[in-house]
């Protein structure tokens, strides 16, 4: 194996992942119209933030005409939006060259496998961990959760009715909720309580998507972080609701040693992402920077910032 076969090896690799993840991403958020976004940026610190006026509530009074006295000012108030970066990689794969050389095969071929692979786990593992912050972040608002975990059967199991209370805590904005994203075991419920003739819209891997004949989408992913113990998780989201960003920063290296039987090649890379929640701003003093998973998926770590719950990204419904 020639050494320019090292960097073929890895640009293969590189450009099948590429290739194939954002194919799937661009199928992916046609499929939830929007609510969860795989997007591309290129953030360069260890955070993303956007600063915008708070809507002032009491903007209109009713005036006595004829009257006199103070009325109270108002301010015009500054609120900030911040996103995480999330640093993600790969171990140390072997790829020794009297793996090739013994078959007679191309570098190329081992880099397109490889690549093929990653772009099915990164996708994943980008997803579970954006509906766990989702939840994360959700959940810690009362008023945007829906326990139905004490109620007797047949009320404790997802059905169209538990969902169409969910999406009520939106109040006159109900409609906003346009996704529902569940683990399969509440949507077997949902089945099983009469919600029929689905049609498909795309599947990749563990991740299905679907559409019922109410008009809303449904998205079915068995994602550890929409069940705990045997309570389930269900997001009503809500267009823009999560958004994860690809920063395009793919590093590659291959590493080759001496001193054993045979001649030893590794191969490894890394990358990074950004996942923001709409309403909820990362908090940097206490969630930190390069996070591990059990800060992102802690509530307190994403701080509220839209003051009404209609503008938050969605509700939560708990179901059995």
């Not at 006595?64 to 009325?71: E, F, I, S």
């Not at 059990?294 to 209609?310: G, P, Q, V």
């Amino acid at each position: 194996m020639a050494l320019s076969d090292l960097t073929v090896y890895s640009e293969t690799a590189y450009a099948v992942m590429t290739e194939v993840l954002d194919q799937q991403i661009e199928l992916f958020n046609a499929a939830t119209g929007g609510c969860i976004q795989l997007t591309s940026a290129a953030l360069q610190g260890d955070f993303g933030s956007e600063a915008f006026y708070k809507k002032i509530s009491g903007l209109v009074r009713r005036r006595n005409a004829y009257g006199t006295g103070t009325v109270a000012a108002k301010k015009l108030e500054n609120l900030e939006d911040v996103k995480v970066k999330v640093a993600a990689g790969t171990p140390p794969i072997e790829i020794n060259p009297s793996q090739f050389t013994w078959i007679q095969k191309s570098p190329e071929e081992a880099g397109a496998i490889i690549g093929q692979q990653l772009a099915g786990d990164a996708m994943s593992d980008m997803l579970n961990l954006a509906l766990g912050c989702g939840y994360a972040a959700i959940s810690q608002v009362s008023d945007c959760v829906l326990d139905i975990t004490g109620v007797t059967a047949p009320g404790d199991v997802a059905s169209f009715a538990s969902l169409t209370s969910g999406a009520g805590k939106f109040g006159d904005r109900s409609g906003d909720i346009a996704v529902w994203v569940m683990h399969s075991t509440p949507m077997t419920n949902l089945y099983l309580n009469a919600i029929a003739n689905a049609s498909m819209l795309f599947n990749y891997g563990t991740i299905n998507v679907m559409r019922d004949p109410f008009g809303r989408l449904f998205v079915q992913t068995d994602s550890a972080n929409l069940v705990a113990s045997t309570v389930y998780r269900i997001l009503g989201l809500t267009p823009g609701a999560i958004i994860v960003e690809q920063n395009n920063d793919w590093i590659a290296n291959t590493e080759t040693s001496n001193g054993d039987e045979n001649i030893t090649r590794t191969w490894q890379a890394e990358w990074t992402f950004n996942v923001a929640i709409k309403g909820f701003a990362w908090d940097i003093s206490h969630g930190g920077k390069s996070p591990a998973d059990a800060a992102l998926l802690t509530s307190t770590n994403w701080d509220r910032y839209s003051t009404s719950i209609k503008d938050l990204a969605g509700v939560v419904i708990k179901t059995h």
